[in-house]
């Protein structure tokens, strides 16, 4: 796959088209555009590529993220386009709504990828979703989801075919099964891990049963929702059981009999599951088909023969109570080519790779052209049609080769005459970038999400707050070593299975040599888990010799830090494994072997992913509480803030290289809603109040724990998580009744998946009811307390005043959101104030009504003249708790980006100097293109500026002196405030120009400036 490497190269495209035809010259693409770019110079030649060359990808301006569900289906998206068309958003973001598993919450188990999901609508109100999204001059981005699909069940027909045929299906090599694990018995077959109990007290309790479909000839074995089909060629265990008596019944010379005799035999002379001939496997899937229609046929035509399959039925099925009666059935279901198994077995003996360790999400082999093929037949179409503008592609950690698929999905979409926007869902460890080659444009901004929140937590109190944290805990906690060990962990439980299989596929590569086949089974698995235990970043991207610095630079340090740590007495294993890992243990070896050792590291690539993320995301970031909002998808607790140079570093790199990346500050996995982390953040200001507050706290909620196992619960570690929850998600103003009654729930469902997150005390697999009792009595007792009570009366005041700073955080962060370069999305709802936990307390139902009235009430500021609406803007910060505040902003910013697009999709970022004494309280940028500038004036760390006074950030009383640097001042330029359309006036300030803060912020407590120079002005 060629891809471009400079500007250059882009040119001599042009210049190859502009020599070939005389059609009109290509435009030249941006060259940070990378999906743009790989339409030019992807596979075949240059000069294919520059004579057919689609439309550049509508680029969004924002984008709107809808959860569709039953619940919320595209009808009831038809009905708020015209609210989001106001609100200025240019594309509606949707969740995956492909044919998911019946009753699926978030559509990521997809069961059909080529029909819609029936419980959100047919394909005629999809269309009409479609057309009026385009009446509205608004496009669409789709979830993809080309990981896995959801199995189990018994709905999806590719996985049933599977457990029918074994590796005889032809959806065999869809799935990613090692079909040879280290467990012989279980050659040749699926493990299920579906029973709720070890499987012979299952079978005896007669949970398991055999059925028979009459109308399609099929005999299925059920377990509730679960649906196992039976091999066809061991239907004769069943057809021929006590064929002596059918014989009698029908008598020898019966015609009915000879046809069933002689179809039991055609069902035993089917071609084997294991069959590798591709001719026999095909004679196999169309005889079976033809032998059941077949069955079908003699028992609809025979009621001698209904009867009597009725009767074997009953005999497989047995008899609760006695064991012995469940033989039969025993003998036919270990016959079959899969093994049903406990639950709890998955970790362990689990063969098919998984999405994480959700045994009902099968990772499917898209580096398989088949599949590929198989499972984009309707997103091409709907791009094709132009119903897709956008692909937001889920998880490609997960995938065997990621850039390969997007190099493959372009092509594909090339190929209908349409270049979506692509952007990746990926997760990026702190100083990692995105692969410059992926044609792509961007990540979906979990880095940016992290970066936006660091800037709002003061660095410089980063070893306070640790100090406090391991006082208040009595345990100082190290990071490094609490991510090593839950890792750990990881491979120990929940993906010990995976980690089987990798270490069974090293072991055949150690085997292969004379100089390393004295490595042990135990010992390399060792190594192995190790090494992804020390493994840096969430994975590699090996896929050819060609192992890049980066991907070598992670391997080299995991291999160190896994030496440093192993206790082996034999080092020269881990060099072994590094040697496996970069390629280089095949250098001068046969091809046979490279291959072997290239599939070992690709798969080692997708191992580390999931090992990262639940030992990181879900283990580590619920145990490591020093401040709560930096416990994030993407983030990295250790990570204290970032400083403001660093964020401005960060916005300048994204311009040039990743312009259209996504932005998002909440999204359906963040662990906590952009504005709990506003409100959390103040935290990171006042650590010497912090620290009183929670010792009054502690003090006086002591005689509220219970002792469970001789430990007092809640532990001091849950105790302090307790608290900066309830602080980040207490209700706005005062709540009544029926809303405390709501949190209690909400609170209660979150504090549980917390501590089992944790796997300290309880857990998913063993859960500790006694300790989440006691947990959930602490909290609900502290949310019910009275006004007076000790606690409250000192956790109420202190609340509030968090809950008003972080309002303030909130409307900084909204604005630069919407102003750095990248394209903002907006997750459902969060245009208000939302005081969301992670799912699926932030699916919950959003009141667009209510918002579209508060939008309407926006929109009479529309009709004032300046100073009328700068007195109701400033009204508006007197009722900050309604949202309109915050809907402002997102109103505002999203039609400047509508009115000067070319500003934020093209424009270049300037930091801009701030002064004065307030200087470190400020953020400022401006985004130029051409002769237009806006200028972002964002405030941070309120927490100092504004003291204990309960009053606004506005005007000079606030600000004083403190000023931001115009370095493009000229004497023509008009300076308006978008919000209040209020002219500005620059001051000179020695030989420079400047904005006084007072003046911009006078009435709102953010800034958002636009001018327009003559066209005589050189504007940089």
């Known amino acids: 796959m060629k891809q471009p490497k400079t500007l250059a190269n882009l040119t001599a495209c042009h210049e190859i088209a502009d020599k070939s035809t005389s059609a009109e010259p290509v435009t030249p693409l941006a060259p940070q555009d990378n999906a743009s770019r790989w339409l030019l110079t992807g596979e075949g030649s240059e000069r294919e590529q520059a004579l057919f060359q689609p439309p550049a990808p509508r680029i969004p301006l924002s984008t709107y993220r809808l959860q569709f569900n039953r619940d919320f289906t595209f009808n009831q998206a038809r009905e708020i386009i015209p609210y989001l068309r106001e609100l200025g958003i240019s594309h509606l973001y949707a969740s995956p709504y492909l044919k998911a598993r019946p009753g699926s919450r978030h559509g990521y188990d997809i069961i059909d990828h080529n029909a819609l999901n029936p419980e959100i609508g047919t394909y005629q109100e999809f269309e009409q979703l479609c057309a009026t999204l385009a009446e509205h001059g608004m496009g669409q981005i789709l979830d993809v989801v080309p990981n896995h699909m959801g199995v189990q069940g018994g709905d999806n027909n590719w996985w049933l075919d599977v457990l029918e045929n074994g590796q005889a299906s032809e959806y065999a090599g869809f799935f990613d099964i090692d079909w040879t694990p280290i467990k012989a018995k279980l050659h040749g077959k699926v493990l299920l891990p579906v029973l709720g109990n070890a499987y012979g007290a299952v079978l005896d309790n007669a949970e398991l049963q055999l059925r028979f479909d009459a109308e399609h000839g099929e005999f299925v074995i059920y377990y509730y929702e679960h649906h196992f089909p039976v091999d066809p060629a061991q239907y004769p265990q069943i057809l021929a059981h006590r064929i002596e008596s059918l014989s009698t019944q029908l008598g020898q010379d019966n015609p009915l009999l000879m046809e069933y005799q002689s179809l039991v035999t055609a069902f035993r002379n089917l071609p084997p599951r294991d069959e590798d001939s591709s001719e026999r496997q095909l004679e196999r899937r169309r005889d079976k088909e033809v032998y059941k229609r077949h069955l079908a046929g003699l028992v609809a035509q025979s009621s001698d023969i209904a009867l009597f399959l009725e009767e074997n039925l009953q005999l497989f099925n047995g008899t609760a109570g006695e064991p012995s009666s469940f033989d039969l059935l025993h003998n036919l279901i270990k016959a079959q080519a899969y093994r049903l198994a406990f639950w709890r077995v998955a970790s362990d003996e689990i063969n098919y790779r998984r999405f994480f360790d959700i045994n009902d999400l099968a990772g499917l082999r898209m580096e398989n052209d088949e599949v590929f093929d198989a499972t984009h037949q309707l997103v091409l179409r709907l791009v094709q049609e132009g119903k897709l503008d956008g692909l937001r592609l889920d998880h490609p950690d997960g995938l065997y080769n990621p850039e390969a698929y997007f190099c493959k999905l372009v092509e594909q979409c090339r190929q209908t005459g349409h270049s979506p926007y692509l952007v990746v869902e990926k997760i990026l460890a702190v100083r990692e970038d995105l692969r410059s080659s992926w044609p792509v444009q961007g990540t979906t901004g979990y880095e940016f999400t992290n970066l936006l929140n660091g800037l709002f937590v003061a660095t410089s109190n980063a070893e306070r707050m640790t100090r406090l944290y391991n006082s208040f805990i009595g345990a100082r906690i190290d990071f490094d070593d609490l991510l090593y060990r839950s890792k750990k962990l990881i491979m120990k439980t929940a993906l010990a299975g995976e980690l089987n299989v990798l270490s069974n596929q090293l072991s055949k590569i150690a085997e292969a040599d004379r100089h390393t086949c004295d490595y042990t089974e135990n010992g390399l698995r060792r190594a192995l888990a190790e090494i992804v235990a020390c493994f840096p970043v969430y994975r590699g991207y090996i896929s050819t010799r060609d192992v890049v610095p980066e991907d070598r630079r992670n391997i080299e340090q995991a291999t160190a830090a896994a ?21 280089s243990a095949a250098d001068r070896k046969s091809p046979a072997y490279y291959q072997q050792v290239l599939t070992f590291a690709m798969k080692f690539q997708q191992f580390t992913s999931p090992v990262m993320a639940k030992g990181l995301e879900d283990t580590s970031a619920y145990i490591y509480h020093r401040l709560l909002s930096l416990n994030e998808v993407g983030g990295d607790p250790r990570q204290f803030g970032v ?23 909440s999204t359906h996995d963040t662990k906590r809603s952009e504005d709990v982390r506003a409100r959390l953040n103040v935290l990171s200001e006042i650590p010497a109040a912090w620290r009183l507050a929670l010792r009054h706290w502690s003090h006086a909620n002591q005689s509220l724990k219970h002792t469970v196992d001789g430990m007092l619960v809640p532990t001091v570690n849950d105790e302090y998580f307790i608290y900066q929850t309830l602080l980040g998600i207490w209700p706005q103003g005062k709540p009544d009744k029926n809303e405390m009654a709501s949190f209690s729930v909400r609170i209660a469902e979150y504090l549980v998946k917390a501590v089992r997150e944790a796997k300290v005390h309880t ?3 063993n859960p500790n009811t006694a300790y989440e009792n006691a947990i959930l009595t602490f909290t609900d007792t502290l949310i019910n307390s009275p006004p007076e009570s000790a606690f409250m009366s000192d956790f109420q005041p202190f609340q509030r005043r968090i809950a008003r700073l972080g309002l303030f955080n909130s409307l900084s962060q909204t604005l630069i959101k919407l102003t750095v370069p990248g394209v903002p999305d907006i997750y459902q709802g969060c245009e208000l104030w939302d005081f969301s936990l992670v799912d699926p307390d932030n699916r919950r139902p959003v009141d667009f009504g209510y918002r579209q009235t508060l939008l309407d009430t926006l929109r009479t500021l529309d009709t004032l003249e300046s100073q009328q609406r700068s007195a109701e803007v400033r009204a508006l910060c007197d009722k900050l708790e309604d949202g309109l505040p915050k809907l402002l902003v997102v109103r505002t910013a999203l039609a400047l980006r509508e009115r000067w697009s070319e500003v934020f999709l093209q424009g270049s970022y300037l930091p801009l100097a701030v002064k004065g004494e307030h200087a470190a309280h400020l953020c400022a940028y ?16 309120f927490s100092q500026l504004l003291g204990e006074a309960d009053k606004l950030p506005l005007g000079e009383k606030i600000w004083g002196n403190t000023t931001v640097d115009l370095p493009f001042y000229h004497r023509d330029n008009q300076y308006s405030c978008a919000f209040t359309e209020k002219v500005l006036k620059p001051h000179q300030r020695g030989s420079g120009w400047c904005l006084p803060v007072a003046q911009v912020l006078a009435e709102f407590p953010v800034g958002l400036i636009s001018f327009e120079a003559r066209m005589d002005e050189n504007v940089h």
């Not at 030496?563 to 390629?583: E, G, H, Q, Y």
């Not at 400083?643 to 998002?664: D, I, Y």
């Not at 293109?929 to 941070?940: C, L, S």
């Open 763 to 765: 857990s998913w697999i």
């Open 926 to 941: 401006a985004r130029i293109a051409g002769g237009r500038t806006v200028i972002t004036v964002a405030p941070r760390f």
């Open 563 to 583: 030496k440093r740590r192993s206790t082996t007495a034999d080092p020269s294993i881990f060099d072994f494994l590094r040697n496996v890992l970069t390629l």
């Open 643 to 665: 400083t403001r140079s660093a964020f401005h570093r960060a916005n300048q790199a994204r311009a040039e290289h990743w312009p259209h990346a996504m932005l998002a500050t």
